[in-house]
Nanobody, 121 residues
Framework: QVQLVESGGGLVQPGGSLRLSCAAS????????MAWHRQAPGKQREWVAV???????NYEDSVKGRFTISRDYAKNTVYLQMNSLKPEDTAVYYC???????????????WGQGTLVTVSS
């Protein structure tokens, strides 16, 4: 069994910064892409950023230049550094990853439980 656990959310003032972490644990054979998504109140979940197994990254337009996704391969952890935060960044942030366990040849999509980020003065 594999799980993703996010941490690092909280309350921050506009213009501030937060760093989210998401650690994968369990019987892991390999991980392909890892990504962050978010869901604001009353809105659908949207993709924010992705980093593939080779380290290439991509960002949703509204966070380009403000958010940075990175990855620690040894720790099976993905990070999201969020700078210059705006009230519209308020959301529950979820990570997901394509993970292959030691018990299965397939890569399965796994989601974390989410961490709340609130940007407000």
């Amino acid at each position: 069994q594999v799980q993703l656990v996010e941490s690092g959310g909280g309350l921050v003032q506009p213009g501030g910064s937060l760093r989210l972490s998401c650690a994968a644990s369990g019987s892991i054979f390999g991980i392909k892409a890892m990504a962050w998504h978010r869901q604001a109140p009353g809105k659908q979940r949207e993709w924010v950023a992705v980093i593939n197994s080779g380290g290439s990254t991509n960002y949703e337009d509204s966070v380009k230049g403000r958010f940075t996704i990175s990855r620690d391969y040894a720790k099976n952890t993905v990070y999201l550094q969020m700078n210059s935060l705006k009230p519209e960044d308020t959301a529950v942030y979820y990570c997901n990853a394509n993970i292959r366990t030691n018990a299965d040849y397939r890569y399965l999509e796994v989601w974390g439980q989410g961490t709340l980020v609130t940007v407000s003065s």
